[in-house]
């Protein structure tokens, strides 16, 4: 059955440092590949996606992702992480069809 | 262009209570999709429309829930009776029915306690 792990139930990291948040899928053809944020209150925010191309890809508030089949992981990353970035992260994949499997979410804090 | 909304923000009810949820999508989105999170747990994949047919419901965990989608706009996600284990925040989401990638846009969620 297809998955998707986030093995960092929350991560802590110091402002201004760099932050890569980790996702491993199984499945056995290359899916597609998402990163949300859900923010407190908020939605949740697509932040980057990859389905075919390069595979490192830009998305948005300066975050980037590396798609490595070889690995079937697809981490997200900052080089400077900011206090408005504290969060909650999802890493999803799309398999096939419709249906969208997520990870359990990695919580960001972010320390002064 | 207004996003996914969702009615209500909050939901608490007693168990054995009624509770129905709504979710407008995106003007012109054909396909729309249920997701719940329950407390500690990853977002869960309830069901998926299109237009106004149920594509896959499998994700439904029981006869307690019926979603409807009449007329292919707005979905209501009804649970009766409600009990203690449903509660969670139940995300909507919709995406256009040709996208080639189905980037799906969330809702805020509808966050449902029952006590």
């Known amino acids: 059955a297809q998955s998707v792990t986030q093995p960092d139930i929350h991560i802590t990291v110091s402002e201004g440092a760099s932050l890569e948040l980790r996702c491993n899928y199984s499945?056995?053809?290359?899916?597609?590949l998402f990163w949300y944020v859900q923010s407190p209150g908020q939605g949740l925010q697509l932040l980057l996606k990859y389905f075919s191309g390069d595979t490192l890809v830009q998305g948005i508030k300066g975050f980037e992702a590396e798609f490595k089949r070889s690995q079937s992981s697809f981490n997200l990353r900052k080089p400077s992480v900011h206090w408005s970035d504290a969060a909650e992260y999802f890493c999803?994949?799309?398999?096939?069809?419709?249906?969208?499997?997520f990870g359990a979410g990695t919580r960001l804090f972010v320390k002064a | 262009e207004a996003g996914v909304t969702q009615f209500p923000s909050h939901s608490v009810i007693e168990k054995g209570q009624t509770v129905t949820l709504r979710c407008d999508p995106i003007s012109g989105h054909d396909n729309l999709y249920w997701y719940r999170r329950v407390m500690g747990k990853e977002i869960k994949f309830l069901l998926h429309f299109v237009k106004e047919s149920k594509q896959d419901e499998s994700g439904m965990p029981n006869n307690r829930f019926l979603a409807e989608r009449t007329g292919g706009t707005y979905s209501t996600l009804k649970v009766q009776p409600a009990e203690l284990e449903d509660s969670g925040v139940y995300f909507c989401?919709?995406?256009?029915?040709?996208?080639?990638?189905?980037?799906?846009?969330f809702g805020p969620g509808t966050r449902l306690t029952v006590l």
């Open positions: 989401a919709s995406s256009q029915l040709t996208a080639l990638d189905n980037e799906q846009f």
């Open positions: 499945y056995g053809a290359t899916p597609y």
């Open positions: 999803a994949v799309v398999p096939e069809g419709f249906k969208t499997i």
